[in-house]
Nanobody
Framework: VQLQASGGGLVQAGDSLRLSCAASDRTLYYYDMAWFRQTPGKGREFVAGVTYSGDDRYYADSVKGRFTIFKGGARNTIYLQMNSLKSGDTAVYYC????????????????????WGQGTLVTVSS
């Protein structure tokens, strides 16, 4: 199973950017998926997650109201629409897949997720 993330780049504060993550295996139709981000010297931070059905979405407080996670029609692709970007959003963004309990505290832990993409760099200049 492979996840391929793309869409990162250099933007200015206030701009928008959309990240994509495509899964190579159709079995991921039935996996929950998420975006994490990481800055140098820190662990990966949970950003947003979506259930396998696409019906339920969860966000870190820092991105609520600005970011939207959603699944594509084929359900093996997820997107992260990022609006009103801030310099603090600068990070390498990773997509992840697994079968998780979004109501549990472990959803924000890297160890909870089984599959990871390679990361895509988002740089927001102020």
């Amino acid at each position: 199973v492979q996840l391929q993330a793309s869409g990162g780049g250099l933007v200015q504060a206030g701009d928008s950017l959309r990240l994509s993550c495509a899964a190579s295996d159709r079995t991921l139709y039935y996996y929950d998926m998420a975006w994490f981000r990481q800055t140098p010297g820190k662990g990966r931070e949970f950003v947003a997650g979506v259930t396998y059905s696409g019906d339920d979405r969860y966000y870190a407080d820092s991105v609520k109201g600005r970011f939207t996670i959603f699944k594509g029609g084929a359900r093996n692709t997820i997107y992260l629409q990022m609006n009103s970007l801030k310099s603090g959003d600068t990070a390498v963004y990773y997509c992840a897949a697994g079968r998780v309990d979004f109501e549990g505290a472990t959803v924000v832990s890297e160890a909870t997720w089984d599959y990871w993409g390679q990361g895509t760099l988002v740089t927001v200049s102020s």
